[in-house]
């Protein structure tokens, strides 16, 4: 089973709420994955967690706040986001055996986020 | 440094006409690894084939088949006899033992009209 789940699907906040993002798999996988996808655009990688420890941090605004309670859950907390920061937010997942860099990403569904 | 090149932005077919999804990629590293996903407007990325730099053997599955070619650095994908369904956007994807992250193409939209 290659699920990865997430939610919300769509997501409306202000720039002066804080809101979380939520993904979660059931396949094992030790590595996890947040991208951000503008319109018409491929994906940008923002944070990576191997083993529920961040590893990658792609020099993202502190406005985004990742946390891996478990193996299975990974969160993006919001707070006083900008009205760019509207996009599809899509977590991933792999198995983190014998190193990122040749592990197959299964994608989630996504939470498009607009922000007001 | 790592660069995919997907030439073609929109690509446009009738149902049943075969396309072939150009994927040109650049690395030093020797070994690496290709991808293609896709992209309904639902938005998820489907996970569609990986290919080994070592593994140049061509793959079929079903009406979907992949063509490496080291020689050519291309990576190409090919749709036999489209189908509506198959209306999304294509992403090649490469990464390598020294990465972690996916370097994407810019992608390519395949509209399939009936």
């Known amino acids: 089973d290659t699920e990865v789940t997430q939610t919300p699907k769509h997501l409306v906040m202000g720039m002066t709420n804080k809101k979380s993002l939520k993904c979660e798999q059931h396949?094992?996988?030790?590595?996890m994955y947040w991208y951000k996808q503008k319109a018409k655009k491929p994906p940008e990688l923002m944070f990576v967690y191997s083993y529920e420890k961040l590893s990658i941090n792609e020099s993202v605004p502190s406005r985004f706040s990742p946390e891996c309670p478990n193996s299975s859950l990974l969160n993006l907390h919001l707070h006083a986001l900008q009205p760019e920061d509207s996009a599809l937010y899509l977590c991933a997942s792999s198995q983190e055996r014998s190193g990122l860099g040749e592990e197959t990403q299964y994608f989630g569904p996504g939470t498009r986020l607009l922000v007001l | 440094a790592q660069k995919v090149t997907q030439a073609q932005t929109e690509i446009s077919v009738v149902e049943k006409e075969d396309v072939t999804l150009d994927c040109v990629y650049e690395?030093?590293?020797?070994?690496?690894?290709l991808f293609w996903y896709k992209q309904p407007p639902s938005g998820e990325l489907v996970f569609l084939i990986r290919?080994?730099?070592?593994?140049?053997q061509n793959e079929i599955s079903g009406r979907y088949s992949w063509n490496f070619q080291k020689s050519t650095s291309s990576f190409n994908f090919t749709i036999t006899a489209s189908q509506v369904v198959d209306s999304a956007v294509y992403f090649c994807?490469?990464?390598?033992?020294?990465?972690?992250?996916?370097?994407f193409g810019k992608g390519t939209s395949l509209l399939v009209t009936p």
């Open positions: 396949m094992g996988h030790r590595a």
């Open positions: 994807a490469l990464n390598s033992n020294s990465g972690y992250a996916l370097n």
């Open positions: 290919r080994n730099s070592f593994d140049e």
């Open positions: 690395t030093r590293d020797t070994t690496y690894y």
